[in-house]
């Protein structure tokens, strides 16, 4: 399974991809995203995310009826 990872730099900031890898559950993948992007105190936070998961839009035009 591929799984996604967000990270947040500085407390405050917006979460950036950090990456994507393979790992067979939620606990690797968890231990995958610390070992990478928290052992040397370079991310905050983490957000380790199925890539199924995402949701993908492939047309983002919001039509008129949302115009004010």
Known sequence: MIWEFFRQQREGQPFQHGGSLEAPNRDFAEAY????????????????????????????YVADVFDR
């Open 33 to 60: 995203a610390a070992e990478f992007y928290g052992r040397r105190a370079e991310s905050v936070a983490l957000w380790v995310v199925p890539r199924e998961a995402i949701l993908e839009i492939d047309e983002p």
